[in-house]
Antibody, heavy 117, light 107 residues
Framework: QVQLVESGGGLVKPGGSLRLSCAAS????????MSWIRQAPGKGLEWVSY????????NYADSVKGRFTISRDNAKNSLYLQMNSLRAEDTAVYYC??????????WGQGTLVTVSS | DIQMTQSPSTLSASVGDRVTITCRAS??????LAWYQQKPGKAPKLLIY???SLESGVPSRFSGSGSGTEFTLTISSLQPDDFATYYC?????????FGQGTKLEIK
């Protein structure tokens, strides 16, 4: 079955960096756009970034532009999010999701990123 | 960015009730709207896309309608498993934006 499994979350100090990974299985990963979406504790959902199937196109929310970089390795069925210059307001559960160039389905289980000194 | 506003923010209902959640867009989004269900500690799950298309495997008691700026998610007869938080999301333009969520509680 289609499965997405995130990893790489953890506690990081403000200004620090973290790289999230998302391992995909059960579908032809290279055929699909992929996105990262986050959810701050007790809050709603915020789309963060997407990448096209061949990595030709990427886009970012204004809140992370210039600090986060999305990438993928289709040979490894993996999606990544490099997060630099982290701020307290980046604290959230980060989900990867298959992007149907519109809606998101399915979602991974999420990985928690906590930015705190 | 297009702003999505859901109402109500919290809804108390009983098993067997018919409930409706409303989502309004700050500008027309045609039918480019999805609905998700999220349970505590879990990832969101897609229910409906293109405003009224039911995702495979989702019970038929869920339905979506609307176009332009006003949309509804209806659950025809609430089941115990339906108590959760529901989000709408527009994908008419980048960035895709979500409503603030509607928490469906047991009365």
């Amino acid at each position: 079955q289609v499965q997405l499994v995130e990893s790489g979350g953890g506690l990081v100090k403000p200004g620090g960096s973290l790289r999230l990974s998302c391992a995909a299985s059960g579908f032809t990963f290279s055929d699909y756009y992929m996105s990262w979406i986050r959810q701050a504790p007790g809050k709603g959902l915020e789309w963060v970034s997407y990448i096209s199937s061949s990595s030709s196109y990427t886009n970012y929310a204004d809140s992370v532009k210039g600090r986060f970089t999305i990438s993928r390795d289709n040979a490894k069925n993996s999606l990544y999010l490099q997060m630099n210059s982290l701020r307290a307001e980046d604290t959230a559960v980060y989900y990867c999701a298959r992007d149907w160039v519109g809606w998101f389905d399915p979602w991974g289980q999420g990985t928690l990123v906590t930015v705190s000194s | 960015d297009i702003q999505m506003t859901q109402s109500p923010s919290t809804l108390s209902a009983s098993v067997g009730d018919r409930v409706t959640i409303t989502c309004r867009a700050s500008q027309s989004i045609s039918s480019w709207l999805a609905w998700y269900q999220q349970k505590p500690g879990k990832a969101p799950k897609l229910l409906i896309y293109k405003a009224s298309s039911l995702e495979s495997g989702v019970p038929s008691r869920f339905s979506g309608s609307g176009s332009g700026t006003e949309f509804t998610l209806t659950i025809s007869s609430l089941q115990p498993d339906d108590f959760a938080t529901y989000y709408c999301q527009q994908y008419n333009s980048n960035p895709g934006t979500f409503g603030q969520g509607t928490k469906l509680e047991i009365k």
